[in-house]
């Protein structure tokens, strides 16, 4: 994971979205799916200019099955905003950059 990206597993999620101060964007990915890795560097790109402001993490479903059943992602990529431990915004499937920074906007105001 690059240095501004949290990772995420069953054990930390909690803690680390769920509970967190700042907004969090987690991104639901696994290692087979391609859409997850033409997605990657956008997300890499937003943790790097948003640092700070918000939490930017990310989820292998394969080694957090529990979270992403409970949060039924059914479909990946799957970014899911949570402010205040509450998810309030998602997107499913790769998008540009300007959408993610869009809902971010969005969903974070």
């Known amino acids: 994971m690059a240095g501004n990206i949290l990772e995420l597993r069953d054990d930390n999620f909690e803690e680390a979205v769920l509970k967190s101060d700042k907004p969090v964007v987690v991104d ?3 290692t087979w799916c391609m ?3 033409m997605l990657a560097p956008i997300v890499e790109e937003i943790a790097n ?3 700070g402001k918000y939490k ?11 979270v992403a059943t409970n ?3 059914m479909n990946i990529p799957t970014l899911i905003f949570f402010s205040s431990g509450k998810e309030v915004a998602r997107i499913v499937g790769a998008v540009s950059k300007r959408d993610v920074l869009k809902k971010i906007e969005e969903a974070f105001v």
């Open 35 to 37: 859409p997850c890795k």
């Open 49 to 51: 200019e948003c640092k």
């Open 28 to 30: 639901f990915w696994a």
């Open 71 to 73: 949060l039924s992602v």
């Open 56 to 66: 930017i993490a990310k989820l292998n479903i394969d080694d957090a099955m529990d």
